[in-house]
């Protein structure tokens, strides 16, 4: 109980000095400030970025592989991968007479054009050709009108499906559907727009929403199919099943491209935890070097709140004297010393984090989803309290030590 009683005295005398310094110790918080700021930011931007990307990758699907010439993630040498013969559409046909398991198998190539809508055109804009497949395969869907059809692909017509912002940025405020434009020297009846996919450009992939998607048979009758590389989509019967039946994928493309059992593959299977797996390694060395470089603000905060303790202790020796002669024990001292370097840092932690919430605000109504979560509130607080513990040390220390006659004798 006795110890309780010292400890919220000595609570009652930290606060009390503070208030009888009120600009010297908000002053010694702008350090703490910047550093919370710049650690709370860092680590909001890190989840935002997060975010972010498996948004922009979420049309992948995580129950599908890519039957790909390249690995999406290329380790090692590039060259061993350069020899390797582009897939053809005749490779996706036989798989889907091989593989009567698979939910949806759907070949997609891509080429680049230039589009036009009246006096408005975007130059060398990606146009992808696919199937009706598509959207099993992904979870795009169309906002307005509808998507490719299985005669769309038979017939090879000359209709296309545009990206949200491929469709405000050639027809505006205007309805699209069943309007002409031009894709190269061709023309395409629009008959649907894609939903808003989201901000993959922001990683170097591709912008989803910049796409025209028109039947692959057109794309191949229209531009040509001779030395075109095509990537084949397979979804899996379940997620459960995926790892099974990618060996299934594996051993039936090599029966396609008629690999001997000593011959290595020469295609790639790739899936989306192959991104997510290398977003993560990158963005777990970015991040850590990120809240290395953002800490020394911290640091040099925490020094800054050490230095004013310092002074604190000097210009209150007499007041020290006076408690210890009283019968303030060395522990009493140290306590109230180190609440008050605790209190100067978590009233900058709390201020940083109040400073960092309108940043977080902004960054995700103008940039990317982001949003402070409870642990990293935690963690700020946290931090903000250890700071203050370690930079009032050394200076409590100093003053439960010293000795009561000489303090007294003080001027």
């Known amino acids: 109980m006795k110890k309780i009683y010292q400890n919220i005295e000595a609570i009652r005398i930290a606060l009390q000095a503070l208030l009888a310094n009120k600009t010297r110790g908000i002053l010694t918080t702008l350090g703490i400030i910047i550093g919370i700021v710049a650690v709370i930011t860092t680590m909001t931007a890190a989840n935002g970025l997060g975010n972010a990307f498996k948004d922009s990758i979420s049309s992948i699907g995580s129950d599908v592989l890519y039957v790909s010439r390249f690995p999406w993630i290329i380790q090692g040498d590039f060259f061993q991968y350069r020899g390797r013969e582009n897939l053809e559409l005749k490779h996706?046909?036989?798989?889907?007479?091989?593989?009567?398991?698979?939910?949806?198998?759907n070949p997609g190539t891509n080429t680049t054009r230039h589009i036009k809508y009246g006096s408005k055109v975007i130059e060398n804009n990606n146009i992808v050709g696919t199937t009706d497949k598509l959207i099993i395969v992904s979870d795009m869907v169309p906002e307005v009108g509808r998507f490719l059809i299985a005669s769309d692909v038979q017939y090879k017509k000359n209709v296309c499906?545009?990206?949200?912002?491929v469709k405000n940025r050639l027809f505006g405020s205007t309805n699209p559907l069943n309007k002409k434009m031009k894709i190269g020297m061709y023309t395409y009846r629009v008959v649907g727009v894609m939903e808003k996919q989201g901000t993959g450009m922001s990683f170097g992939g591709p912008n989803f929403d910049m796409r025209v998607y028109i039947p692959i048979t057109t794309l191949t009758k229209n531009y040509g199919s001779r030395n075109r590389g095509f990537d084949i989509a397979v979804k899996a019967p379940s997620q459960e099943s995926l790892e099974d039946f990618e060996y299934a994928v594996i051993g039936e493309m090599r029966k396609i491209r008629g690999l001997r059992p000593t011959d290595k593959d020469d295609f790639s299977i790739n899936k989306m935890d192959s991104l997510l797996d290398a977003y993560n390694n990158v963005m777990g060395v970015v991040v850590l070097i990120g809240l290395a470089v953002t800490s020394i603000s911290l640091?040099?905060?925490?020094?800054?709140?050490?230095?004013?303790?310092?002074v604190s202790v000097t210009e209150r020796?007499?007041?020290?004297?006076?408690?210890?002669a009283i019968g303030a024990t060395r522990r009493a001292i140290l306590s109230q010393f180190l609440f008050e370097a605790s209190a100067i840092c978590l009233f900058g932690g709390l201020i940083g984090l109040g400073i960092s919430f309108g940043i977080t605000s902004i960054i995700n109504d103008q940039v990317m989803p982001a949003s402070i979560s409870p642990t990293i509130v935690i963690?700020?607080?946290?931090?903000s309290a250890i700071t203050g513990i370690i930079s009032g040390l050394i200076p409590a220390i100093k003053a439960s030590r010293l000795n009561p006659i000489e303090a007294l004798r003080y001027e």
């Open 92 to 105: 996706a046909n036989s798989l889907r007479a091989k593989l009567p398991d698979a939910i949806a198998i």
């Open 161 to 165: 499906v545009l990206g949200s912002e």
């Open 379 to 383: 963690v700020a607080l946290l931090v």
């Open 317 to 324: 020796t007499r007041e020290i004297g006076i408690r210890k």
């Open 299 to 310: 640091v040099v905060g925490g020094i800054g709140v050490m230095n004013i303790m310092f």
